[in-house]
């Protein structure tokens, strides 16, 4: 798996799109995790619910792009857009559990293609 947000977005891009949304829903649920790993830091609370925002807005992204795939407006240029949000958050923690949950979902993900 490449880690750039472009070869990522092209990946999600070969899928069909009721594919691209189940993978999606995958990676919605597994940030879920990526929350209550940031939660149970020593950091200082401001910084942890900068943290549970950032989050919070991957998680705006990727459950948006859910309802266009499996609806009929999808816009797959619109995934960059998504995988960008995961792959680049301005704080490191999110960065590294976000990136995390995006590996551990495609390293479980089997298409039903």
Known sequence: MSTTPE??????RSLPSNER????ARL??????A??????TDAP???RLE???QVNEIQHRVSSYIGHALGTDEDPGW???VAKFVFEPADVGVKR???YAWANTRKNFVSAT
């Open 7 to 12: 070869a990522e977005a092209q990946w999600l």
């Open 21 to 24: 949304a189940r993978f999606l």
């Open 28 to 33: 919605s649920h597994n940030l879920t995790v």
């Open 35 to 40: 929350v209550r790993v940031l939660e149970h």
């Open 45 to 47: 609370t401001d910084l």
């Open 51 to 53: 943290q549970l925002y």
């Open 79 to 81: 995934l960059l857009v």
């Open 97 to 99: 559990e976000a990136i």
